[in-house]
């Protein structure tokens, strides 16, 4: 009876949990209550806008992977290396040359000293004028940056000043891809004369030309590279190469100076070849000229090996966290370790020259060497990697430049149609840009390119009405295959750059002549006017906007961080009217020297 009773009293629970909707009876009445409100809340109103949450979700992915691509990736260890793989190279053969014209004991290294404290002066100023350019070192200092050489002297000198930059730094690079053409036809020289023991020596052959140009091919993809930062590992192989060279003149320099082997090759005593001032062996009408002569011939070669500016921007737009501090640090020691490399390569080398045949060393050190010297053919196999492996590092900013060059001349030519046919479309383009024109700093070199360095990222309006007609616009050209498009264009631009400068390597004879063209004109104006003078247009600007500014509320603190930023800035603006009173003038000193010697050679 109890048991009947029992079980009344359960079915009786269980009816009423169903009548009354409770959730506190069986488990299986529980889990169906559970699927009837689910069913209830997935209404299928509320349909669209659980698909719209997942849309959110994905594009909110694909935005972070963007993001990604976009975030700095150069540490302070890639950047050195690719900063030294730019200045450390070519050049640096022939400072044995400038030191014994110079002077090897005192006033070369003295001239050397002081070009670099010059030259990390000059980098200052290039890149605080680009920070002043479009502010990288704000909140955003971990996404890639987009300053441009040419986009700097732009906004500082004016637009024509941002094209003449361009065209600059274009023919310094494209010339340094040609000159380092005739440098890998030098070190290849033994092998092109057991292909042809017969080839002539006073001209380049047609087998020593074709030997350069198997190097060059092997090097054409590594030119296709779309930034620097893939070049780390190579950029310290070209290190190491270029520093076993040291070791293998200086065991030789050593041995001649010192070992009494080379007795009856010596000249002198190796105290009485070091000179304190340029040497008059010139055959010169009065040994003033000739003095005057040899400083005007080595002053390129020392502003020469610090060729870096064209590369100091790119670097700076990949460096991670590229705070001042870490900026200054990263330039400071690069140039300074160079330096103490050039000054060690250059004594040592032109001490050679006193075992040389005609009493120096010439323009490239390791021709002065026998072409049987096993030593010296493990050194050239370096310098032949090490040229090789630079190459690279010209090529990608001259391809670079060119190309926004190209965009902003196809941008500013169809700006000018007026057809009936076009107006639509400069309709939309002026929208898009209109937003961008607004800005204080705006470029218009950096508008063709969208102000990006990489020359893929598509080019994004900011937000407004005229940003969703640019959005429609850049998906419709990706969708088109436009990023297919551009790295094609890169490819095509990398390859027509190399090659032509290995055409022009083929008809130049000597590298002397190169390095005087480009360090006695072209690399002055780029490596110390140009960045001087857009630092005292951009500094004067921006103080000409801070007196317009109202500081009538101004405590202690702030009055005496502001006197000592004015003291620091006085003290920059000074240094660099003193870059543009002694550089200027030794400018048309060189390039006047250059022009001489061409002549008088011919």
Known sequence: ??????????STAVSNSIENDDTTGLPEIAMKK??????????????PKFEEQQDNSTEELNSRSDVSENQREGTITSARFNILTSMVGGGSLSLPLAFYQ???????PFLLICIAALVEYSVYFLVQAGNHTKRTNGANSNTKGSLAYESVASSALGVKAGHLSMALVCTICFGAIAGYGVLLRDMLLPISDYLSPDGG???????????????????????????????????????????????????????????SEYDNIRHMPWREYISFLPSNDDEQSSSSTATLHQLANSLPILITVFMCHFNVLPVHNELVNPSPKRVNRLFSTSIWSATIFYLLMGFVGSMYGNCAESGRVEGNVLLSFPEDDVLLILGRGCLTLTIAFALPVFVVPTRDMFLRGLDSFCTSHSEEVDDGDHIVDNLVHSSCTSSASNNMYAN?????????????????????????????QTQES????????????????????LWAAAALACCVESIDTVWGVLGGSFQIIVGFIIP??????????NEASDESESDDVRDADEYSTSNASNTRDAWYRT?????????VPVMFICTSNSVYNIVNDN
């Not at 110079?102 to 070369?108: D, V």
């Not at 350069?212 to 893939?230: G, R, S």
């Not at 240094?575 to 550089?583: E, Q, V």
């Open 1 to 10: 009876m109890e048991f009947e009773r029992n079980g009344s009293n359960l």
């Open 34 to 47: 559970s699927r009837l409100k689910l069913e209830d809340q997935l209404n299928p109103e509320d349909e």
């Open 102 to 108: 110079a002077g090897n004991g005192f006033l070369a």
């Open 201 to 259: 020596k006073n001209s380049p052959t047609f087998v020593q030309n074709i030997t350069m140009l198997i190097v060059v091919l092997l090097v054409t993809p590594l030119c296709t590279l779309q930034n620097l930062t893939a070049l780390q590992n190579i950029g310290m192989a070209s290190i190491i190469s270029i520093l076993t060279l040291f070791c293998c003149v200086t065991y030789r320099s050593v041995e001649c100076n010192f070992s």
């Open 444 to 472: 218009p070199l950096e508008d063709s390119v969208g102000g990006n360095h990489d020359l893929i990222e598509p080019l994004l309006a900011a937000e407004g009405n005229g940003g969703e007609i640019c959005e429609v």
């Open 478 to 497: 990706h969708s088109s295959d436009g990023g297919n498009d551009d790295n094609r264009r890169r490819v095509i631009a990398s390859i027509t750059i």
């Open 532 to 541: 001087s003078a857009s630092y005292l247009s951009l500094m004067w600007l």
């Open 575 to 583: 240094m660099a009217w003193i870059l543009l009173i002694i550089f």
